[in-house]
């Protein structure tokens, strides 16, 4: 009788195992979203804590879909990884759905489209592509951006560095190891505000430049759809308006 009872007891405890092996994401009561917070206004370090357009985004759309958020910050480079190995759930920083992406992730609809700036010192006397012939240009490490420079290597003669961090780009130019950074505008520009010495200009955009960012999910998941959802709901109330007008309008960032 005692063996009956027991196998019984460890038949139960194997199908409550494999029920919880088998749980979606969308049965999380918190949701990790993985983040690089060297990407202001979309997301940044205000102390210990981790702020943006991005965060408050993720934030509205957890609610709306019934999870709370943790945010963890780490190397752009590093977030698909972090996807594709359950280390976190969702990924928001400013990512554009490339190609070589949608093999490895999942994209929710674009929710944010900019362009991009050639970053350089004021006294550098790079106004334009021209001035960049062989110069050293610098890109933030698995970024469009990245991508954008290698394009432009064989015309202009581009020596292309990387860091992980846009801060670094900046610290590289100011140091004179860079002559110039590929940055996306918004960001750019809260760069510039931050450093007087720098000065930048638009990067003159191909029909061909991909452009937008989206939040990436693993393959499969079943967050995407209703992250969608709560997208359009968010696009057709204004509340994504107030977001962007909010991190974007400049009152609001240091």
Not at 4 to 12: I, M, N, P, R, S
Not at 120 to 138: E, F, R, Y
Not at 168 to 180: N, S, V, Y
Not at 219 to 240: I, Q, W
């Amino acid at each position: 009788m005692k063996k009956w009872l027991l196998l019984l007891v460890t038949v139960c405890a194997a199908f409550s195992l494999a029920a919880c092996g088998t749980s979606s994401s969308s049965d999380k009561k918190t949701l990790v979203m993985g983040t690089s917070a060297d990407y202001p206004p979309f997301e940044s370090k205000d102390g210990d804590n981790i702020v943006g357009f991005d965060v408050d985004l993720a934030k509205a759309l957890a609610k709306k879909t019934g999870h709370e958020l943790e945010v963890q910050d780490m190397d752009f480079n590093g977030l698909v990884t972090a996807l594709k190995t359950n280390k976190v759930d969702i990924v928001l920083s400013g990512m554009t759905p490339t190609p070589p992406r949608k093999k490895q992730v999942d994209f929710s609809n674009v929710y944010y489209t900019a362009h991009n700036m050639i970053v350089t010192k004021k006294s550098s006397g790079i106004k334009s592509l021209d001035d960049l012939k062989g110069k050293t240009v610098g890109v933030q490490l698995g970024s469009i951006q990245e991508e954008k420079a290698k394009e432009l290597t064989s015309k202009y003669d581009l020596k292309v560095e990387n860091r992980n961090r846009i801060s670094d780009l900046t610290e590289e130019i100011k140091a004179g190891r860079f002559d110039a950074a590929i940055i996306e505008d918004i960001v750019a520009e809260k760069y510039l505000n931050k450093n007087k010495e720098l000065t930048a200009f638009n990067l003159p955009k191909d029909p061909g430049d991909q452009a937008g960012s989206a939040i990436a999910f693993k393959k499969g998941s079943d967050l995407m759809e209703k992250f969608n959802k709560a997208l359009k709901e968010m696009e057709k109330s204004g509340e994504l308006d107030k977001l962007k007008e909010k991190w974007f309008s400049g009152e609001t960032q240091k």
